[in-house]
């Protein structure tokens, strides 16, 4: 499959980081976890992204987002990726909380949010293969983006009211 032609934007490119290995996007990136709570406020799920096979880690599950934009902040970048990806309105949602994982040339911001109208994701670009909502339960067992299923223990410890 080839890469279909996205508009280059400001943020996107590869840098090459002091931790040895490259990331995606020059001023960092971000991604948004959006998380469903039951009626006593606590998570059930989250919605993930299955990304194309041409993508970096092609096949894999995360959360939707990319490379921020200079001047860009990670809530905002990964609130419009969320839009570009998967139809997520951010007047659906609230924002929580950020969890930043910092190396040495780059960064990677989680943005946490809150659905608080129903959200129904779906592919709106070419990055993805599926987009849904995945009982927290049944996230470990997917095939997970290596860097999120890296990150997330302590973000499902951080979903807790
Ligand atoms: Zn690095």
């Known amino acids: 499959m080839q890469p279909p032609t996205r ?10 980081c002091g931790c040895g290995l490259r990331h995606w996007g020059l001023y ?5 976890l959006l998380v469903r709570r039951d009626d006593d406020g606590g998570a059930t799920a989250v919605v993930l992204q299955h990304r194309v ?6 096949g894999t599950w995360g959360v939707p987002g990319g490379a921020r934009m200079p001047g860009e902040n990670a809530a905002d970048a ?6 570009e ?18 190396h040495p040339d780059w960064s990677y911001t989680t943005v946490i949010a809150d659905e608080v109208v129903p959200v129904d994701p ?19 067992a997917l095939p997970l983006l290596p860097a999120f299923g890296d990150a997330w223990p302590a973000l499902r410890r951080q979903l807790d009211p």
């Open 85 to 102: 990806e998967a139809g997520i309105d951010r007047a659906s949602v609230r924002l929580r909380s950020e969890s930043v994982l910092a």
């Open 28 to 32: 960092g990136a971000a991604g948004l």
């Open 53 to 58: 096979e041409w993508s970096h880690h092609g």
């Open 7 to 16: 508009p280059r934007q400001p943020g996107d490119g590869w840098v090459e």
């Open 122 to 140: 779906a592919v709106t670009d070419a990055e993805s293969l599926e987009l849904r909502w995945v009982s927290l339960d049944d996230v470990a």
């Open 78 to 83: 990964a609130l419009r990726e969320a839009a």
